[in-house]
């Protein structure tokens, strides 16, 4: 998902939105264990995390997130609402 959110702010928000500034927005993926893709062989652990931070995901391994943390789902939400409001506010423009 981290790629595909990378992909999605270089190209497609920034070709519809050009009046959005995303190029500060930052990626993170947070991972609990030491390697990206654990059940996968370290060839693919090195070219995940080598094709993630071309693409400027910031990765974290090794990290755990406190039990009060934001969820994907309210990250996810949270997206949507301002997109939503970006929206409105560029068709009132």
């Given at each position: 998902?981290?790629?595909?959110?990378?992909?999605?702010?270089?190209?497609t928000?920034?070709?519809?939105?050009?009046?959005?500034?995303?190029?500060?927005?930052?990626?993170?993926?947070?991972?609990?264990?030491?390697?990206?893709?654990?059940?996968?062989?370290?060839?693919?652990?090195?070219?995940?995390?080598?094709?993630?931070?071309?693409?400027?995901?910031?990765?974290?391994?090794?990290?755990?997130?406190?039990?009060?943390?934001?969820?994907?789902s309210?990250?996810?939400?949270?997206?949507?609402?301002?997109?939503?409001?970006?929206?409105?506010?560029?068709?009132?423009?």
């Open positions: 998902m981290a790629g595909g959110l990378a992909d999605m702010i270089h190209s928000i920034t070709a519809e939105y050009e009046d959005l500034t995303v190029n500060c927005a930052r990626i993170y993926l947070v991972e609990r264990g030491t390697v990206l893709l654990a059940p996968f062989s370290t060839r693919a652990h090195e070219y995940a995390s080598k094709v993630l931070q071309h693409d400027g995901v910031i990765l974290k391994l090794n990290t755990e997130t406190p039990p009060c943390s934001i969820t994907l309210h990250a996810l939400s949270e997206f949507v609402e301002l997109a939503k409001l970006a929206a409105s506010v560029l068709g009132a423009v």
